[in-house]
């Protein structure tokens, strides 16, 4: 099956800084979603982004589809900002649902 | 526009015993799927439910079983339970031909503890 791999694992930034982090995929894909998960467990969509370019405030994500990848920009960051990133994909031929999770990104912003 | 709800927020359950969790869509959704996410991992896709009818199922074994309901609602049922079912349960909607058909959706989140 398809595989997903999120870098880096972990991330500590101070506040105002800005930061990238990558999901690789290792299949073509019909789908392709970033999460922000919360201390609370709730998962927040921040973008679907199966292609292309897409901009959210201080958020920002690009998939490069054919070469398998995709990047969150996170500017400015913010404490709020704080939490596990998720990746995750669909694979092209899968039906609707089916999402394929990396193990995330826990990201820590420091005041 | 209401959200992907879960019911319940918590639960506690001994080895053996069965649970049922629940989850309505979000509105305009028709499709309803389940996740486990156990502590420090990524969700894992237990089953999808469309039309009433399981469509698509993860690695998880007969124990797991659910249900659709005519108004899309779903129930995820696990028998038998075991310690290594402690977990976050995560229900996620689609099917929005209005907007992007597999963006996914997700509610709060049910945690089980097994004792």
């Known amino acids: 099956g398809i595989q997903v791999e999120q870098s880096p694992p972990d991330l500590i930034l101070q506040e105002g800084a800005n930061s990238t982090l990558r999901c690789n995929f290792s299949d073509s894909v019909n789908n392709l979603q970033w999460f922000h998960q919360n201390p609370w467990g709730q998962l927040i969509n921040l973008f679907y982004i199966p292609s292309g370019t897409k901009q959210n405030g201080r958020l920002s994500a690009t998939t490069v589809a054919t070469e398998r990848y995709s990047l969150l920009y996170i500017s400015s960051s913010q404490t709020t900002d704080s939490g596990v990133y998720f990746c995750?994909?669909?694979?092209?031929?899968?039906?609707?649902?089916?999402?394929?999770f990396g193990k995330g990104t826990k990201l820590s912003v420091k005041p | 526009d209401a959200g992907v709800t879960q019911s319940p927020t918590h639960l506690i359950k001994t080895r053996g015993q069965q649970v049922t969790l629940r989850c309505s869509p979000k509105s305009g959704h028709d499709t309803v799927s389940w996740y486990q996410q156990a502590l420090g991992q990524g969700p894992q896709f237990i089953f999808q439910y469309y039309e009433e009818e399981e469509r698509q199922r993860g690695n998880f074994p007969d124990r797991f079983s659910g249900h659709q309901f005519p108004n899309y609602s779903s129930e995820l049922n696990v028998n038998a339970l075991l310690l290594g079912d402690s977990a976050l349960y995560l229900c996620?909607?689609?099917?929005?031909?209005?907007?992007?058909?597999?963006?996914?959706?997700f509610g709060p989140g049910t945690r089980l503890t097994v004792t």
């Open positions: 995750a994909v669909g694979a092209l031929g899968g039906s609707q649902g089916n999402l394929i």
């Open positions: 996620a909607s689609s099917g929005d031909n209005r907007g992007h058909l597999y963006e996914q959706y």
